[in-house]
């Protein structure tokens, strides 16, 4: 049973700062290309960053600067560094991973920046 658990949300306020985590279990973890993906109310869910099984990282352009995604493949963990964080960051940020057909999602966990 593959999971993807989001940990790490929470109330920030603006210029702070969090570290999202995502931790995989029933997956060959360093096979796949791990993702953060963010929805807002009425939006839809939109990339934020992915790094690869070699930890090439790409990024959604407006998240470069700001966003830094990191895996540790010994742990299964992947996670999100967001700096200067900006009530337009408020979302619920979502786990992800992919390889060939295989497509997984975690539940998300709720960040809110405001003060």
């Known amino acids: 049973q593959v999971q993807l658990v989001e940990s790490g949300g929470g109330l920030v306020q603006p210029g702070g700062s969090v570290r999202l985590s995502c931790a995989a279990s029933?997956?060959?973890?360093?096979?796949?290309?791990m993702g953060w993906y963010r929805q807002t109310s009425g939006k839809e869910r939109e990339l934020v960053a992915t790094i690869s099984p070699s930890t090439n990282a790409n990024y959604r352009d407006s998240m470069k600067g700001r966003f830094t995604i990191s895996r540790d493949n010994a742990k299964n963990t992947v996670d999100l560094q967001i700096n200067g964080l900006k009530p337009e960051d408020t979302a619920v940020y979502y786990c992800?991973?992919?390889?060939?057909?295989?497509?997984?999602w975690g539940k998300g966990t709720l960040v809110t920046v405001s003060s």
């Open positions: 029933g997956i060959i973890f360093s096979a796949y290309t």
């Open positions: 992800n991973a992919r390889y060939s057909n295989s497509n997984y």
